[in-house]
């Protein structure tokens, strides 16, 4: 019994000391992090045939909208599609971050295709995770002011 008690004495220090360890990392480990469960969603994942995230939300009571659209994804140079990075918490967590007011989606159709204009508040290597890894992807914005959202836009994003 002593045996068995010393053993579990173990385990039980060895994990506790494990989510220690886990629980101390630095917000930019954290932010490496990103890049490890986009991998592991692409290798968990099948072929993704989505081209973009877009992200939505309600601008004003007159049925006005706001919007970001990503595309081109890219890890390390190799094109990727978007549905890794929209199972991340930065990406949208899958969907679980929808609201009445905010929605998160993938789409079949490109930026541009949605309506999104090409020159537009492009961006992409100023809008990633972390700078020092090689996820980039392609920003796209629309708002009521200057490039108003597209309706295949707001429907895309479940709106």
């Known amino acids: 019994m002593k045996i068995k008690l010393t053993f579990m004495t173990r385990i039980i220090l060895t994990l506790s ?3 220690f360890l886990f629980n101390c990392q630095s917000k ?3 932010r490496e992090g990103i890049s490890s469960l986009i991998i592991n969603n692409i290798l ?3 072929v993704d045939r989505n081209k973009s995230l877009v ?3 309600v601008a004003d009571l007159g ?3 706001t919007g970001n659209c990503f595309d081109t994804f890219q890890l390390n ?3 990727i599609g978007p549905t890794s990075y929209f199972n991340t918490p930065p990406g949208g967590a899958g969907g679980l971050l929808n609201t009445n007011i905010k929605k998160y989606n993938v789409s079949t159709s490109s930026c541009t295709d949605l309506g999104f204009a090409s020159g537009t508040n492009f961006g992409s290597t100023s809008q990633r995770p972390n700078p020092n890894d090689g996820f980039t992807f392609r920003m796209y914005t ?3 002011n200057n490039n108003p959202c597209s309706r295949s836009a707001i429907s895309a994003s479940g709106f």
Do not use: A, F, T
């Open 142 to 144: 629309c708002d009521p």
């Open 77 to 79: 140079g190799g094109n």
């Open 17 to 19: 000391l494990s989510v």
């Open 44 to 46: 968990n994942g099948g």
């Open 28 to 30: 930019e480990q954290d």
């Open 55 to 57: 992200i939505m939300e």
């Open 63 to 65: 049925g006005s909208y």
